[in-house]
């Protein structure tokens, strides 16, 4: 099993630029996520979905639009990029269930928006 | 939203030492989690919490679900360089309600 991959690893964009960032999970898991992280701040949530053509907002999902047509795949869009958006940003995923059950994370995709 | 006190910042401590950190909140959790991440990779889950008081080991580590359900406490014994890495606390409550600490940044000198 390759886990949870994630691509690019590194992006730079200029603002109002738009880009998708891949997530893809092979574990057959039901609910995957998008989180962001910033200096000194922990992990936030961007959007989740709980199973394919489910997705739900997230703390901060402004900015971002996902979709999951497939068990496998959870992409995450900018439309537009901002400066506000230079982050890390990391894809997550599990087995539904107790939020014990161990969430699996990417290796993440730094993001750089001029 | 609500936060997630979590200290210290940052510890650096001699191999073999004991370490403890901790997480507060103002609000109700459901679940505490304790997650490590190393860098350049994503954060790996340690200790999961799921009823107040209750009290979890894996190996050296031992976690703590607080009895008002505001706060979790993470002890690591017999610090070794491998531990090195950010160790970051999350209280769940819902699907879109997981929030994380801020992290502690725990430095071993050999």
């Known amino acids: 099993n390759a886990g949870v991959t994630q691509t690019p690893k590194f992006q730079v964009l200029k603002t109002g630029q738009s880009m998708t960032l891949q997530c893809a999970q092979d574990m057959n898991h039901e609910y995957m996520s998008w989180y962001r992280q910033d200096p000194g701040m922990g992990l936030r949530l961007i959007h989740y979905?709980?199973?394919?053509?489910?997705?739900d907002q997230g703390e901060v999902p402004n900015g971002y639009n996902v979709s999951r047509s497939t068990t496998e795949d959870f992409p995450l869009r900018l439309l537009s990029a901002a400066p506000s958006q230079t982050s890390v940003y990391f894809c997550a995923s599990r087995r539904r269930g107790l939020i014990g059950e161990t969430q699996y994370f990417g290796p993440g995709t730094r993001l750089l928006v001029l | 939203g609500q936060q997630l006190n979590q200290s210290p910042q940052s510890m650096f401590i001699q191999e073999g030492e004991d370490v403890s950190m901790n997480c507060t909140s103002s609000?109700?959790?459901?679940?505490w989690l304790w997650y490590k991440q190393e860098p350049g990779e994503g954060p790996v889950l340690l200790i999961a919490l799921y009823k107040a008081g209750e009290l979890t080991s894996n190996g050296r580590l031992t976690a703590q679900f607080g009895i008002t359900r505001k706060d979790s406490f993470l002890n690591i014994s017999a610090s070794i360089p491998s531990d090195v890495g950010i160790y970051f606390c999350a209280g769940h409550r819902s699907n879109n309600d997981m929030r994380f600490g801020a992290g502690t940044r725990l430095t071993v000198k050999p």
């Open positions: 609000s109700i959790f459901n679940t």
């Open positions: 979905s709980v199973g394919a053509g489910i997705t």
